[in-house]
């Protein structure tokens, strides 16, 4: 079922399936594993540029030089922007990885200590598992995606009843705004209850 909220056409999984990262258990794999880089808007391949210097200090040796050999951003098989990679293996550029094997975003790090940065980290991985498309009718899609990598968070999140939507609270505000999600969360309700009435 979709659901259109203001200009946004929305997937009914997003309010119905559960999702809660399983940091623990998959240390951050989906910044190292891949085909290609973190999608990226144009808007955030040139802050990634611009704040450059106030994060790179948190990337190694190896994701510095794939900056400098490829660019801050690249433009992949499909046609679309993304983050570049230090390897076909698909660790991500703007990534690092602890002495105890859990891999983090630069960027992010950077925001955490100082949230002057003017971005956090690519929209893209902020708001995984949902996927947003830009369609030809103007209107922006959100569906959910189901990689293999983030079995374990589907599965976290339906035993803890974490709904999509809510875990990614903060991503969905910062991108569309409070209004947006109260709608999300009245759409929500609404499918709730009707569920229930069905199985009544």
């Known amino acids: 079922m979709i659901i259109e909220i203001k200009d946004c056409l929305v997937s009914s999984e997003i309010l119905t399936e559960c999702f809660c990262c399983d940091f623990a258990k ?3 794999c989906c910044c190292i594993i891949g085909d290609s880089g973190a ?3 144009e808007e955030e391949a040139r802050l990634l540029e611009e704040e450059f210097p106030r994060y790179k ?3 190694p040796a190896e994701g510095l030089k794939a900056i400098e050999n490829q660019g801050f951003s690249i433009i992949d098989s499909d046609g ?3 983050t570049p990679l230090v ?4 660790e991500c550029a703007y990534s690092y990885t602890d002495k105890d094997g859990f891999t ?3 960027v992010e790090k950077e925001w955490c200590a100082d949230n ?3 971005i956090r980290k690519p929209i893209s991985c902020w708001l995984y598992p949902i996927r947003i498309s830009k369609l030809s009718n103007g209107l922006t899609a959100l569906n959910l995606s189901r ?3 983030c079995k374990g968070a589907f599965e976290k999140g339906k035993k803890e009843g974490i709904p999509v939507y809510r875990f990614l609270r903060e991503p969905l505000v910062f991108l569309f705004g409070e209004e947006f999600y109260s709608m999300l969360c009245e759409a929500a309700d609404s499918l709730s209850s009707m569920s229930l009435s069905a199985r009544e």
């Open 80 to 82: 679309d922007r993304v």
């Open 116 to 118: 002057s940065l003017k």
């Open 26 to 28: 998959c240390k951050g």
């Open 104 to 106: 983090f975003c630069a």
């Open 57 to 59: 200090g948190h990337i």
């Open 147 to 149: 990689e293999h990598l």
């Open 87 to 90: 390897s076909d293996k698909g």
């Open 39 to 41: 999608p990226l808007s």
